[in-house]
């Protein structure tokens, strides 16, 4: 069984919880079969939070046996300074600050940051804290990703 098969049994799962699947990866960790579902809520998540997630999806996934050699379930966050890929990555980002670094420096810029205004397939405008809006080609970002301030 793939992930992706896997997949469409998880999500159904995590959401009849109240959270959002980002992401499902399956690979080795300390040479053991991992499979690690990244789960999202606004406000974020904390351990509670996984812990009831990985009690539903275990006899869900024990009741599948896609992997014969045993392997762990990690629930996790998607972490704060994940990138922002996918629409949904977008979407969960709307409103919050965001982080634009360049493929190349734009004269002596490597990046901007400014709130995730608006977006779509090839362009997103942040809002600066000047109060402009910049408009920026998505393939000119080497990365998108939450900005995280140290004040």
Known sequence: MTVEEVSAFIRPEVEKLGYETVDITFGKEYGV??????????????????????????????GLDFCNEGYNLNVSSPGLDRPIITPDDYRRNEGEDVEFVFKTPQGKKKS?????????????????????????????????????SFK
């Open 33 to 62: 079969d991992t499979l690690t579902v990244f789960i999202y809520k606004k406000g974020g998540i904390d351990l509670s939070d996984c812990e009831k997630v990985t009690a539903s999806l275990d006899p869900v996934l024990d």
């Open 112 to 148: 901007v940051h400014g709130v995730l205004k608006e977006y779509d397939e090839e362009k997103i405008v942040l809002l600066l804290s000047s109060g402009k809006e910049m408009v920026l080609e998505k393939n000119n970002a080497s990365v998108v990703r939450p900005y995280i």
